[in-house]
């Protein structure tokens, strides 16, 4: 998955202007959250920052998520770290998504909802998304949403939105490999960034 995929599957957070109502119950979650993030995106500031907490808040499903970019690490000597991440989880998302959404400002397009949901593994369902730029181009996507109907991925291509971030996330822990808190020492370094936006 390329960095392009990876901006694609944000979009399908972060959606346009329409859609069609779909009747599923995860299908009519999935309208719901792209509504909200449409909503977000034409805010800015500090309260785009706050809503954009509220809804990792409120539609994601973070603490799986957290689980699931951590990999490895949550087997690792830093616990403490670990547990400190997934504390932290919707301020490290908020933190990573902020630049992306910004950098849908003044795009414009629309989206459908599919209620041709389909289950998966684990109470899970997946949810076809379709987004429509004003540029004239398509993107047929998953969202995949957990038995609370909470968001837990975005699928584009066959790939996990999820995925392809974790291994980003995990590259960038890795730096700190050779001290006795990888975790922690990444986190630190996170929060000492005059970007980072704390939703606790």
Known sequence: MTPAIQRIAFLFLFSFSSYSFAGHPAADRM?????????????????????????ISKYVDHQTIATELLGSYNRG?????????????????????FPKLQSLSGESGSFDVSDRVTNKPGGKYSVPV?????????????????????????????FSGVSYVGRDVRKEISKFDRTSAPVSNYLD???SSEDFIPCR
């Not at 993030?37 to 809804?55: P, Y």
């Not at 403490?80 to 301020?91: M, N, Q, Y």
Request: overall charge positive.
């Open 31 to 55: 309208v719901d959250i792209l509504e909200e993030g449409v909503r977000i995106i034409n805010l800015s500031g500090a309260t785009q920052k706050k809503a954009m907490c509220r809804f």
């Open 189 to 191: 370094d996170l929060r």
């Open 77 to 97: 000597s830093d616990s403490s770290g670990v547990r400190e991440f997934k504390r932290e989880a919707e301020s490290f998302m908020a933190t990573k998504a």
């Open 130 to 158: 379709t987004i429509r730029t004003s540029k004239g181009k398509t993107y047929n996507g998953r969202a995949i949403l957990n038995s609370s109907l909470d968001l837990v991925d975005v699928e584009y291509l066959g």
